[in-house]
């Protein structure tokens, strides 16, 4: 079988032979992040079901616990009191805070309730005989918020009930992924304004409208991983040199780093990446950096940067469950062989569109994509593949392959005949 390379940044053009494109490019960086006072701009899942999801038990105060100031606390259940039914009348604290205590204790209410999607991070204030007094800024009014809700709900509610029936907290975690990067699309309008329009950096935006910036997506995986029995929290940051948001998710009792954004890849490829799920932590904090915590950053510098800090930042070490090396099998040397026409079997009879593989750091990447490639291993193995499996389905030998060199990772888009 002769095969034809044609060598592209992105991701490629299918033709009737396989196709090698290097896809790294399409690690594209974006993100909007707002601050508490002043805004700032900057695989697989089993058959649904609607069973519940097995009760589990869920931290969802990871911002409470971690406020620099037991004060603070009283403001964020004050917060929590007004904020649930939109009421916009001043807050009587009682005591003086400044912005930054404000700051915080908002991020730290918001951080812990995604849910409250109508809740802005910009606020006011003002101070009178040594009482502040907290106005709290919504997206919509009252009177708008009950039809809000309830679309918010039933679709959230309805996500719930799809996932996975019987699935540990990888499958789960993996489902929220999954659904958030097939139904919502990444606001490059708001990107390119540098201004919210909408609901694009809240849970709404990706539950409902179905288009989000990098906030929104952190803050609707982190309430659907919650609703699945997960521990999920935000993290602020650069993502590389941009103003960005990601998440750390707790699986098995350790801590994950996952990038929903960066992993919709929609806008530059036909499938989704997994390159920023569960990702080895030297790997993801090549290009992600937190910023410091805000018990550690004192009011001159708050007032300096006006960023979003974070109230809780994990320590992610785990690797058990990062995806590349837990869910594809990994290739060594052609002995390997079986082991991927038996996993490219299990593919093709889910219907899965693409099938992912490793190339080993043990060997050279590009040269190994090119054997396989060119003298017929790949075409081999999917003929295999269909005989495991009876030939139904069937897989076309001639189909198109892209590879991420930074990752290792060959994807091989399956053609059904």
């Given amino acids: ?37 002043v805004s700032q701009t900057s695989s697989e899942q089993t058959e649904p079901s609607t069973q519940a999801v097995p009760e589990r038990n869920v931290d969802t105060s990871y911002g409470y616990n971690n406020l620099s100031d037991e004060s603070l606390k009283d ?10 039914n939109g009421d916009s009348d001043p807050i009587n604290l009682e005591k003086v805070f400044d912005d930054k205590q404000l700051s915080e204790a908002i991020a730290a209410y918001r951080n812990d309730h995604p849910e409250v999607f109508w809740l802005e991070g910009n606020f006011k204030c003002t101070i009178m005989y040594n009482n502040t007094y907290l106005y709290l800024q919504y997206k919509a009014q009252a009177d708008e918020l009950d039809e809000m809700k309830s679309k918010f709900n039933a679709v959230l509610d309805k996500a719930v009930a799809d996932a996975p029936k019987n699935s540990s907290q990888y499958e789960l975690e993996l489902y929220a992924n999954d659904y958030i990067v097939d139904n919502c699309e990444y606001d490059y309008d708001s990107l390119e304004s540098e201004t919210i ?30 609703r699945l029995g ?45 390159n920023y799920f569960n990702t080895e932590p030297e790997a993801f904090e090549k290009h992600h950096t937190d910023f410091p915590l805000y018990k550690d950053v004192s009011y001159d510098e708050y007032s300096q940067d006006s ?68 003298n017929g291993y790949l075409y081999e193995w999917i003929g295999d593949a269909n005989y ?11 189909c198109t392959v892209y590879y991420d060199e930074p990752f290792r990772v060959v994807i091989v888009k399956l053609n059904y005949i």
């Fill in 388 to 398: 495991k499996n009876g030939y139904n389905p069937e897989l076309n030998g001639e």
């Fill in 307 to 374: 960023f979003c800090y974070n109230l809780f930042v994990p320590e992610c070490t785990a690797e058990k469950y990062c995806y590349y090396s837990y869910s594809c099998v990994t290739f060594h040397d052609y002995g390997d062989a079986d082991k991927i026409s038996d996993d490219i079997a299990k593919a093709s009879s889910k219907g899965e569109e693409y099938y992912r593989f490793v190339i080993s750091d043990e060997i050279d990447f590009i040269s190994t994509v090119n054997d396989i490639v060119e």
């Fill in 1 to 37: 079988m002769k095969i034809k390379l044609i060598f592209k940044n992105l991701c490629g053009i299918a033709f009737a032979v396989i196709i090698i494109a290097n896809m790294c490019g399409c690690n594209f960086v974006n993100g909007i992040v707002f601050n508490g006072s």
């Fill in 75 to 84: 403001v964020y259940v004050k917060i929590d009191e007004y904020a649930q």
């Fill in 230 to 274: 997960i521990d999920c929290v935000n993290i602020t940051g650069y993502g590389d040199d941009m103003l960005h948001q990601w998440n750390c998710a707790l699986i098995d009792g350790e801590w994950y780093y996952v990038d929903v954004t960066w992993n919709d890849e929609s806008q530059e490829c036909d499938f989704p990446s997994y």
């Fill in 197 to 226: 329009l909408k609901n694009e950096n809240d849970a709404y935006g990706v539950f409902v409208d179905k288009k989000a910036v990098c906030e929104g997506y952190a803050r609707a995986f982190q309430l659907l991983c919650n």
